[in-house]
């Protein structure tokens, strides 16, 4: 039973993320078919599909009553985005970082953060019994998501001239295919993630929302560290800061705010922790743009990175 059970949950991260890129290969091949602009694809297929994984696990988490897996594992992939991808990344190669990216960019991922604390903590800020990411909250999270895209739409016009993006030629029932098989294998994998992260948590006596701030939000963040580790290898700054900071944003306004729009999600007291080192990990992202080279991540900051990131995984399943 228990071999069975982890079988399923190591695949289920495999299968989550193939289905991923199967979707959004299929996606994109049928929207560049339709004319669609290469922009356009990049800015909604593309971008959409990275946090597809998240977004699935959230979901039948949330819709099977596990919400300390639903919180946790997006609270643990900005944390994995920031520390552990762009550690990463930057020690492969030192990370330059545009003046919007700093002054824009990278703030709204932590005011993203900061609002999630607002609408989270019902029972410490209004004193009442319990606190819950309502329906109501996931409208709010979506209109600033809404926001988030109408501004990166913006950005999109004044880079036309370098915004060509390459996609898979394939043929258009291919890409039907790979689009309804790419859906299915993110509900299995989805499914099996859950299930296998909740009898992790209680065959180890552990929160399940521990489970999701590590383990699942590691494996749902495979698809960004091996996007911006490429990328690094490739001198293609851009390509890391930006599928980082985006992702952030993306899994609070957009994953969140569909998660709790579908079904509520409640927030527990002891996220609070986790929320307020991801504010504080976000806050140093921003910092670290002053330090040193002006507005360069180096490789020592990577370094730092990459310990903290360790050492708050070991303080997770010490505090458990």
């Not at 602009?37 to 039948?60: R, Y």
């Not at 209004?126 to 819950?132: A, K, Q």
């Not at 489970?211 to 698809?223: C, K, M, R, Y």
């Not at 409640?266 to 991801?278: A, E, M, R």
């Amino acid at each position: 039973m228990i071999d069975s059970v982890l079988i399923l949950f190591v695949l289920g991260f495999v299968v989550l993320i193939k289905g991923a890129d199967f979707l959004t290969d299929g996606a994109s091949s049928i929207a560049e078919k339709l004319k669609v602009s290469d922009i356009a694809i990049g800015l909604t297929v593309v971008s959409f599909g990275t946090s597809l994984p998240e977004l699935m696990v959230n979901i039948i988490a949330s819709h099977q009553g596990n919400s300390g897996i639903a919180i946790g594992n997006i609270l643990g992939s900005n944390i994995a985005n920031i520390l552990l991808v762009l550690g990463v990344s930057a020690i492969i190669s030192p990370i330059i970082i545009r003046k919007k990216t700093v002054w824009v960019e990278i703030p709204l991922s932590l005011l993203a953060v900061l609002i999630l604390g607002v609408l989270g903590n019902d029972a410490l800020l209004y004193g009442v019994r319990s606190s819950v990411l309502t329906k109501s909250d996931g409208m709010v999270l979506l209109f600033f998501f809404a926001v988030f895209m109408v501004y990166i739409f913006t950005i999109a016009k004044e880079n036309r001239e370098n915004g060509h993006l390459e996609t898979k030629q394939i043929r258009t029932w291919s890409a039907v295919f790979m689009i309804l098989g790419g859906s299915v294998a993110l509900f299995l994998g989805g499914k099996w993630v859950v299930d296998g992260a909740v009898y992790l948590a209680r065959a180890l006596g552990m929160r399940e929302s521990v489970i999701g701030l590590t383990v699942v939000a590691l494996g749902t963040s495979l698809p960004e560290l091996a996007t911006c580790a490429v990328a690094s290898f490739k001198n293609k700054s851009d390509i890391s800061i930006g599928n980082v900071v985006g992702s952030n944003i993306f899994n609070i306004f957009w994953v969140l705010g569909c998660s709790s729009f579908i079904r509520p999600i409640p927030f527990q007291k002891g996220v609070n922790s986790d929320l307020v080192f991801t504010m504080l990990v976000s806050l140093l992202l921003f910092l670290m743009m002053f330090i040193g080279k002006n507005k360069v991540l180096h490789r020592w900051e990577g370094i730092m990175f990459l310990f903290l990131y360790c050492s708050y995984m070991i303080f997770a399943f010490i505090r458990c």
